[in-house]
């Protein structure tokens, strides 16, 4: 079986660009996540998507936005692209959401996009 | 909002040595999970602890979750170069938060 996939791979960017970031869950997964993680940091948490509802928002500015698909693949979006967001974004898929003290929600994450924003 | 910290920053080791990783919360977890990513990887789950006390063991890794579900820590013994990478633990059951994580590096 695939594992998550996510496109594309590298991208380059310049300030006040758009940029829309694609994953692809494990067959069978409806949860999607996404992560932001700058180099030498802890993945941060933006969005989780679970039957293409959002189930959760990180502490990040209205420039960004996701939306999750039928077939539970996921866009993440970012507007008016600062210097500040050139990072790794890693999208993660699970069974289910998060939430409950016996929810067992392991994460299997994508390779990421490596976004540079020059 | 919620935290997890994770101590040491940085670990090197000689490739022998044992090393752990400490993952410190101010409020009680509901579970906590650890996961590994290798330079220029992803990270990937490697265990998730929900009991109060609860100790698990992967060969030559042993994972603790402590009694008051406030702290988590992962040793591993006899470290080999095949363990080097970040070590993060994480939080999903309330927030989706990653600890900072504990870089490891070994000397072989």
């Known amino acids: 079986d695939a594992g998550v996939t996510q496109s594309p791979t590298h991208l380059i960017k310049t300030r006040g660009q758009q940029v829309t970031l694609r994953c692809s869950p494990i067959?069978?997964?409806?949860?999607v996540s996404w992560y932001q993680q700058v180099l030498g940091q802890g993945p941060q948490f933006i969005f989780q998507?679970?039957?293409?509802?959002?189930?959760g928002r990180g502490n990040f500015p209205d420039r960004f936005s996701a939306r999750q698909f039928p077939n539970y693949s996921s866009e993440l979006n970012v507007n008016a692209l600062l210097l500040g967001d050139s990072a790794l974004y890693l999208c993660?898929?699970?069974?289910?959401?998060?939430?409950?003290?016996?929810?067992?929600?392991?994460?299997?994450f994508g390779p990421g996009t490596r976004l540079t924003v020059l | 909002g919620q935290q997890v910290m994770q101590i040491p920053q940085y670990q090197h080791v000689q490739e022998g040595e044992d090393f752990t990783t400490y993952c410190n919360s101010s409020?009680?977890?509901?579970?906590i999970q650890w996961y590994k990513q290798r330079p220029g990887g992803h990270p990937v789950f490697l265990i998730q602890l929900v009991k109060s006390g609860e100790v698990k063991k992967q060969k030559r890794l042993t994972f603790q979750f402590g009694e008051a579900k406030k702290n988590s820590s992962l040793h591993i013994t006899a470290t080999q170069t095949t363990d080097v990478g970040t070590y993060f633990c994480y939080q999903g059951a309330q927030k989706l938060v990653f600890g900072q994580g504990t870089r490891l590096t070994i000397n072989p």
């Open positions: 409020t009680t977890l509901s579970n």
């Open positions: 998507y679970y039957e293409k509802e959002e189930r």
């Open positions: 067959s069978g997964h409806k949860s």
């Open positions: 993660a898929s699970s069974s289910r959401t998060s939430g409950g003290s016996s929810s067992y929600n392991e994460q299997f």
